[in-house]
C-alpha cells in the first residue's frame, strides 16, 4: 500500500441541475487505484457511480453536471486542472471507458472496425491501413470469431454481448493504463456476463492495466476485484480489501447488500432485499444518508458522519462500526 | 446499390405513364378548337391547317396520345410552333443553367442549413440557437424573389460586387459562372436553408444526446471530427428528406429567378412558352419539370441507404 | 349540492391551464403574428376608407416621388400612391390566397374523410391521384395552365388549389385514420348515431388541429405563389394591383427607383411570416391536445 497509486479520487464533488436548485450528486468521494490494481466500485442505482467514472473521464454531460471540487490525480498529473485539449489526448488512450449501454453505445452508421480503427488514429497517428490491421488484432484479442471479416460488419449485426466485446477492443485497442468498466455486464444475459468478465480478468492480467470495475452486483466483485469502494446516495460508505469485506463488512448498507446477494444454495427461497429507497437526489439528510433504512440505527446516526478508518487499508462511514458485528456473505 | 436502384426506377414508370398522360392532357384546357387558339392573334387559316396537322388534331384523343407517347419514348417532344426548334433541343441546351442554379442553391441550402442547425443544436437554449430559431422562421416565410431583388439593389446595384443579370456558363469561366449565379442561388436557397437548419437542429439535438457521441468523446476525438463524423451521418435522414422536399419546390422557383436574373435556362424557356402560347414547348417543360421532381426523390431514396446501413440490407 | 360543484368544478379548473388558448398566448411570436395579421386583413379590407388617394389615379407630374406627407410611401412609375396601392393590393392578393386554400380544402378535405373511413380500393385509388399530383412542381403547373388558358388571377388560383389539394389530403387522411382506429367511433355507430354526428362530434375535432395547421402555412405558400406569378405577369393582371404585380413593377424601375422593391416585399414577407408563425403557434398549442386523445 505504500506504492504511489495510479488514480487518485479525494474530496469528489459533482453538482447537477434540479428543480430545487443544484445538488450535489457524488459528495466527498476520495478512493484510489493502484497500478495493476481492479478496484470494484459497488452500490445502488443512483448511488453514483456512473458519474464518478465520468468525472474522471471529464465527460460529464456538459449543460447539466458541473464539478463542484477535489481532485483527480492520474499518473501525477490533476486531471480537474488539465486542458480539455490535454484530456483529449489521454482519453481512449491512458484512460479508456466502457459503458452500461452496450446496444446504443456504438455509432449505427459506421462499421466496428472503422469505430475501433478511429481510436488508432486518432491516438498513434497511424494510417488508414495499419489502424484497420490493429483494430482487427483488437476484435480478435476480445474473442470476436472471423474478426477480418466482422469489422467490416455494421453494430446492427451484432449481439449484445458481442458489441460489449466491440466496446471492449475500442476501450483496449490503445492499451490504456486504467480501464473504467461501467456495468460492462450488467445489460447482458447471465452465461454471456460470465464469459465477459473471465475475458475481462484475463485481459487485465495480459495487459497489466489498472481497472474501476463498476457494478451493482457484490457476485461480480468477489470474483474479479482486488479492492472495494461501496457508495451510498453519493457518498463512500465503506472502503475495503474485497476479501475483508465479505467476511466482516463494517457497514451496515455493505451488510444489507450482502445479505441481499442472490445465492446459489438459497435458490428457491425469498430473495433478501434492503427495504426502503435512498433518498432523493438533493433531499440527503444531515447524518446519515442510510439512517432511515438501517437496521441498527441510532440517536448518533442523525449527526454527520465522515469516512473513518476502520483498520488496515479500511474505512468506513458509520458512527457505530465499532460497536456493531455485522454478518458477512452467507 | 445497383439492384435497388433499378427497382425505384421500375416502380416509377407507371407513375410516369400517368403523369405523361396527364401532360398530354393539357390541350384539352385549351378553351374553344385548340388549333385557332393556338394560330396566334389573328389566325390565318393557312397558319391553323398547319398547326392541326402538327398536333393531329383530326384525330381521336387517345390516338394522338398514344402517337405522342411513342414520339417521346423516341426522344422526340415535338417541335415549338413558334421557333420550330425540336423541343428536347431546346430543353437540352437549357438544362445545364437551371441545373446550375438549381445545385448551387442546393449546395448553398444544405452547407448554410446544416452549419447553423449543428452549432445551435451544440447549445440547446444558448444564444446562437434562438437566434438561429428564429431566423429560420423568418427565413422560410420571406419571399425568395424579394431577395433576390434586395441582394440586386444592395450588391450589384449599390456596391456593384456583382453583376446584375447574366449567365457564363461553367465549362467557359467557373468564376464567371459563380459570379452570374450567387445572388439568384442564394435567393433561392435561402427558404431551403431554413428549413434544412429546423431540421438538423431537432436531428442533431437527439443525435448528439445519444451514447455513440460519448462514446466517440471517450476515444478522445475533437468536438468538430464528433459532430462531423459521427453526428451528421445519424441525422442526415430527416435532413436529406426535408432537402428533397424543398428541392422540388425549388424548381418552380427558377421559372421566377430565371426570369429576373435573365439567365437562358428551362424556366426562362416556360416562361417565353406561356407568352407566344407555345404548347408543345410548354408540355416539354411540364414533362421535364415532372421527371425533375421524381429523380430528385430517387436520389433521396437512394441515399437512405448510404446514411443508414440498416436500409440497405433488408 | 356545493361537494358536487366543487368535484365538478376540480377537473375543469385542473385542465384549463393546459387549454389551447392558454398555450397559445404564451407563445409570444405567434400572438405578434396574429395581432399583425389581423391589421393586415383590416387594413385590406378597409382600403376604401383608410387610402389616401386612389389606387389607380395617375400622376405624370409627380412620378417616383420620394416619400412626402402626400404619399406616405411615395409615388410609382405612373405616379400613383404606393400606399394606397399597396393597400388595394392586400385585398386581391389576401383574397386570391385564400381562394386557392379555398379550393384545395373543398377537393381535399371530403375525399381524405372518404379515404380515411371507407379505405380499401377507393383509398388507394385517391392515394394513387395524390402521388401523381404531387409530383409536379406547383409553380410550374400553374404557369403551363395559364400558358393554355391564358393569363389571370382566378384560373392561377383555382390550378394551385388543385395542386394543393393532396396536401390536405393526405393530413385529412392521416387524422382519419387515427380516429377511425380508436373504438369510440365503432361504438357510436354501433348504439345507432347517425354517420354525420359521428363526423362533427368524434371526427372533426381529431382532424381540425392538424388542418388548421396545415391551412395556416398554406395560405402563407399560396400569398408566395400569387406573388411569384403576378410578378410574371402571369396572375392579376395591372392595372389591378396586388402585392406581386407592385413588387414586378418596382423591380422594372430597380436601376432609376431601387427602393420601391421594399415596400410590397415587406408586405408580402409580413403576411407570409405571420401565417407561418400562427401554423407553428398553432401546431405547439394543439399538438398535446392531438396526442392526449388519441392515447
Ligand atoms: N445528466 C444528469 N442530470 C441530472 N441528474 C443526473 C444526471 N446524470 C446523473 N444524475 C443524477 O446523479 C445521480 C447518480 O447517478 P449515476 O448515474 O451516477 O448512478 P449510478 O450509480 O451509475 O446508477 P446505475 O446503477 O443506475 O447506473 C442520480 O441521482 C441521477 O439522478
Ligand atoms: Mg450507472
Not at chain 2, 435497388?4 to 401532360?23: A, D, K, N, Y
Not at chain 2, 448553398?108 to 444558448?126: C, D, E, I, T, Y
Not at chain 2, 412558352?273 to 425533375?292: H, I, K, T
Not at chain 3, 386581391?92 to 377537393?107: E, I, P, T, W
Request: proline share 6%; net charge positive.
Amino acid at each position: 500500500m505504500t506504492e504511489t497509486p495510479l488514480l487518485e479520487v479525494s474530496g469528489l464533488r459533482v453538482e447537477f441541475a434540479t428543480a430545487s436548485g443544484m445538488a450535489a450528486a457524488v459528495d466527498d468521494v476520495s478512493f484510489s487505484v493502484a497500478p495493476g490494481e481492479t478496484v470494484g466500485l459497488v452500490g445502488e442505482s443512483g448511488s453514483g457511480k456512473t458519474v464518478t467514472s465520468l468525472s474522471i473521464m471529464g465527460l460529464l454531460p456538459r449543460e447539466a453536471g458541473r464539478l463542484a471540487g477535489g481532485s483527480i490525480v492520474f499518473d501525477g498529473t490533476d486531471l480537474t486542472r488539465l486542458s480539455e485539449r490535454r484530456m483529449r489526448s489521454l482519453r481512449g488512450s491512458a484512460i479508456s471507458m466502457v459503458f452500461q449501454e452496450p446496444m446504443t453505445s456504438l455509432n449505427p452508421a459506421y462499421t466496428v472496425g472503422d469505430q475501433i480503427a478511429e481510436a488508432v488514429r486518432r491516438h498513434r497517428g497511424a494510417g488508414r491501413r495499419a489502424a484497420w490491421e490493429e483494430a482487427v488484432r483488437a476484435l480478435d484479442m476480445v474473442g470476436i470469431p472471423g474478426a477480418a471479416r466482422r469489422a467490416r460488419q455494421y453494430p446492427h449485426e451484432f449481439s449484445g454481448g458481442m458489441r460489449q466485446r466491440v466496446m471492449l477492443a475500442i476501450a483496449l485497442v490503445c492499451k490504456p493504463r486504467l480501464l473504467i468498466a461501467d456495468e460492462p455486464t450488467t445489460a447482458l444475459d447471465v452465461t454471456i456476463q460470465a464469459q465477459l468478465l473471465d475475458l475481462l480478468a484475463e485481459l487485465r492480467r495480459e495487459l497489466g492495466m489498472s481497472m474501476l470495475f463498476v457494478t451493482h452486483d457484490l457476485g461480480v466483485v468477489a470474483e474479479i476485484c482486488d479492492r472495494v469502494v461501496v457508495m451510498y446516495a453519493g457518498q463512500v460508505v465503506e472502503q475495503a480489501p474485497a476479501r475483508a469485506v465479505f467476511h466482516e463488512p463494517a457497514h451496515p448498507y455493505t451488510a444489507a447488500l450482502l445479505a441481499a446477494m442472490p445465492q446459489a444454495e438459497t435458490e428457491g427461497e425469498e430473495l433478501a432485499y434492503i427495504p426502503g429507497r435512498p433518498p432523493a437526489l438533493g433531499a440527503w439528510p444531515d447524518g446519515c444518508r442510510f439512517a432511515d433504512r438501517c437496521g441498527h440505527v441510532a440517536e448518533v446516526c442523525a449527526s454527520p458522519v465522515s469516512l473513518a478508518e476502520t483498520g488496515e487499508g479500511r474505512a468506513a462511514r458509520c458512527a457505530r462500526t465499532s460497536e456493531l458485528v455485522l454478518g458477512g456473505a452467507r | 446499390m445497383l439492384g435497388l436502384i433499378g427497382r425505384r426506377l421500375l416502380v416509377l414508370l407507371p407513375l410516369l405513364m400517368v403523369i405523361s398522360f396527364l401532360v398530354f392532357s393539357l390541350i384539352l384546357l385549351i378553351p374553344g378548337d385548340p388549333a385557332v387558339a393556338l394560330a396566334g392573334d389573328q389566325p390565318d387559316p393557312k397558319r391553323i391547317a398547319e398547326i392541326r396537322e402538327m398536333l393531329g388534331l383530326d384525330q381521336p384523343f387517345f390516338q394522338r396520345y398514344l402517337d405522342w407517347l411513342g414520339a417521346v419514348l423516341q426522344g422526340d417532344l415535338g417541335r415549338s410552333l413558334f421557333t420550330d426548334v425540336p423541343v428536347l433541343e431546346s430543353l437540352a441546351t437549357r438544362l445545364p443553367v437551371t441545373l446550375s442554379l438549381a445545385a448551387l442553391a442546393v449546395v448553398f441550402a444544405l452547407l448554410l442549413g446544416f452549419a447553423v442547425g449543428s452549432l445551435a443544436a451544440l447549445r440547446p437554449g444558448g444564444l446562437l440557437d434562438r437566434f438561429a430559431t428564429v431566423a429560420a422562421s423568418a427565413g422560410i416565410a420571406v419571399p425568395y424573389f424579394w431577395v433576390g431583388m434586395a441582394l440586386v439593389s444592395v450588391f450589384s446595384l449599390g456596391l456593384t460586387w456583382f453583376p446584375a443579370v447574366g449567365y457564363t456558363a461553367l465549362s467557359q469561366d467557373p468564376v464567371g459562372w459563380l459570379h452570374h449565379l450567387a445572388i439568384p442561388a442564394i435567393a433561392l436557397g435561402l427558404a431551403p436553408a431554413a428549413a434544412v437548419a429546423r431540421q438538423a437542429r431537432s436531428a442533431m439535438g437527439t443525435v448528439l444526446r445519444g451514447d455513440y457521441i460519448r462514446t466517440a468523446r471517450a476515444k478522445g476525438l475533437g468536438p468538430f471530427h464528433v459532430v462531423v463524423k459521427h453526428g451528421m451521418k445519424n441525422a442526415a435522414v430527416p435532413v436529406v428528406t426535408v432537402l428533397g422536399t424543398e428541392a422540388a419546390r425549388l424548381i418552380g422557383g427558377t421559372v421566377v429567378m430565371e426570369q429576373l436574373f435573365a439567365l437562358p435556362g428551362i424556366g426562362q424557356l416556360a416562361y417565353q412558352a406561356v407568352f407566344n402560347r407555345d404548347f408543345p414547348v410548354v408540355q416539354g417543360v411540364v414533362m421535364a419539370a415532372a421527371v425533375g421532381v421524381l429523380l430528385i426523390n430517387l436520389i433521396v431514396d437512394v441515399s437512405y441507404g448510404y446514411f443508414n446501413p440498416r436500409i440497405r440490407q433488408t | 349540492m356545493s361537494a358536487t360543484t366543487a368535484t365538478e368544478g376540480g377537473p375543469a379548473a385542473a385542465v384549463r391551464p393546459h387549454g389551447f388558448w392558454y398555450r397559445y398566448r404564451r407563445n409570444t411570436p405567434a400572438v405578434i403574428a396574429a395581432v399583425v395579421l389581423t391589421l393586415i386583413v383590416l387594413a385590406s379590407i378597409f382600403a376604401p376608407l383608410i387610402a389616401p388617394h386612389s389606387p389607380t389615379t395617375t400622376d405624370v407630374f409627380n412620378r417616383l416621388s420620394a416619400p412626402t406627407p402626400s404619399n406616405l410611401l411615395g409615388t410609382d412609375m405612373l405616379g400613383r400612391d404606393v400606399l394606397s396601392r399597396l393597400l388595394y393590393a392586400g385585398r386581391v392578393s389576401l383574397f386570391a390566397a385564400v381562394l386557392a386554400v379555398g379550393v384545395a380544402a373543398v377537393l381535399g378535405v371530403p375525399t381524405g374523410l372518404v379515404a380515411g373511413f371507407v379505405g380499401g380500393r377507393v383509398d388507394w385509388v385517391l392515394n394513387r391521384i395524390a402521388d401523381v399530383l404531387m409530383t409536379f412542381p406547383t409553380l410550374i403547373l400553374a404557369v403551363a395552365v395559364i400558358g393554355v388558358m391564358g393569363p389571370g388571377l382566378t384560373k392561377a388560383m383555382v390550378t394551385l388549389g388543385v395542386v394543393y389539394a393532396p396536401r390536405l389530403f393526405r393530413v385529412v387522411r392521416g387524422a382519419t385514420l387515427g380516429v377511425r382506429a380508436e373504438t369510440y367511433i365503432e361504438a357510436s355507430i354501433s348504439i345507432g348515431t347517425r354517420p354525420f354526428t359521428v363526423l362533427r362530434r368524434r371526427v372533426l375535432p381529431n382532424i381540425l388541429p392538424p388542418l388548421l395547421v396545415q391551412l395556416s402555412l398554406m395560405l402563407a405558400t399560396a400569398l408566395l405563389a400569387e406573388a411569384a406569378l403576378s410578378l410574371l405577369g402571369l396572375g392579376a393582371q395591372p392595372p389591378t394591383p396586388s402585392w406581386g404585380v407592385e413588387l414586378g413593377g418596382a423591380f422594372n424601375q430597380i436601376r432609376s427607383a431601387p427602393d420601391l422593391v421594399w415596400a410590397p416585399g415587406l408586405a408580402i414577407a409580413l403576411a407570409t411570416l405571420s401565417f407561418n408563425l400562427i401554423g407553428d403557434g398553432l401546431r405547439d398549442s394543439l399538438g398535446r391536445e392531438i396526442h392526449r386523445r388519441s392515447r
